[in-house]
């Protein structure tokens, strides 16, 4: 089963060939870093426009170094959302004007999902049922996830998600775009111990999370009269360090109250360097074990949205035969049913 996946959701124009038995066939990905950099942020509209002009080109160079035509295809997955409408849309259009020109069916797959299952694509994937964190863009969760279409949400963020802490305490630091990695560079540089800056809802009891006051935190440090740019990596690594302290603790709580002793961590976040060693270690205690994406799937891409189509399709969900352009800026991943269900509960 040849699946091809594409992937517009925000600044990341990515296409991706999946086959069941031989795995990733082609890729391709164009990030637009360079374009919005200038603004200190994606900016939604030409977000769009690079999507329109680069999504073809694309899918025609990763058909090619597949070796394929798009009549060898059995289905287009897509991007449905959550991400920003305008870019959603013309992945959606691109994937459903193909689909019904080759006469194969489109689906439409949920961004978290993809980064969720991404893992099962590394050298030694995780057996299901495991613990899910999802550290990605404007979401941070945990998830209990049962099989694929199997997700029960354990926590969630109340406010800022990890991964908007850090571009927000990027710009306050005065790092350029994007700032969540410019930050971790320079925090590899800096004194985790000289800022002693909170751990939001550490104590809670439950499994969710905020990261606003933390990054209110960090805007007190640096506007205090006596603050001096040498401190400025020290703050960095104080600041990453309280984010990774959060994350693992409420993460090792999910293993234990679960019974549980596999973590998978998907999303951009998951690629941080600190956070990566605080979990292994804090895994290694309860005899645990954490699986990541490879470091080129954490981010977005089009191979977990055509991996994450496909392994809807072999477990016998089909579409709907209604042939529309819908889109879901906002798509709780919660409303994903289990398999067994033969549908899309949310279907956009």
Known sequence: MKVLGIESSCDETGVAVF?????????ALHTQVDLHAVYGGVVPELASRDHIRLLPVLVRQTLREAGLDIADLDAIAYTAGPGLAGALLVGASVAEAMALAAGIPALPVHHLEGHLLS????????AFPFVALLVSGGHTQLMRVADVGDYELLGETLDDAAGEAFDKTAKILGLGYPGGPQLAALAMRGEAGRFNLPRPMLHSGNFDFSFSGLKTAVLNVASKPDWRMEYQADLAASFQQAVVDVLAAKAMAALERTGLRSLVVAGGVGANRALRGKLDAAAAEIGARVHYPAPELCTDNGVMIAFAGAQRLMRGERPSAEQAINVRPRWPLGELVRPSAGRFAASP
């Open 119 to 126: 893992p099962l694509l590394s050298d030694e994937p995780p």
């Open 19 to 27: 086959e069941g038995r031989r795995g990733v066939l082609a890729q």
